[in-house]
């Protein structure tokens, strides 16, 4: 199994909040825009959430752009955590 890095969550994170603010958004607006409360779109701004593939497209579709240009910029800090249970 492959879990999002605490790094890249935090990296995802500050980009969904400077487009959101380069768009001219608010994140209680941004969130009304794509289904989700606004404690939860502070929560992935700040790196605390995992989140999942339809949430991902959610913002991206919020934001005007694909998956792909969304991470653009965001390293892939994937961790493999399967390696951590063994001995």
């Known amino acids: 199994l492959i879990g999002m890095?605490?790094?890249?969550?935090?990296?995802?994170?500050?980009?969904v909040r400077a487009l959101r603010e380069q768009a001219g958004l608010s994140t209680n607006k941004f969130a009304l825009m794509v289904g989700l409360s606004k404690s939860f779109i502070i929560q992935i701004e700040h790196g605390r959430r995992n989140i999942s593939l339809d949430t991902i497209e959610r913002i991206a579709a919020g934001l005007n752009m694909s998956v792909s240009e969304l991470f653009e910029?965001?390293?892939?800090?994937a961790e493999d955590v399967s390696s951590r249970n063994k001995p």
């Open 73 to 77: 910029g965001v390293e892939t800090h």
């Open 5 to 15: 890095s605490e790094l890249m969550k935090k990296e995802f994170g500050d980009r």
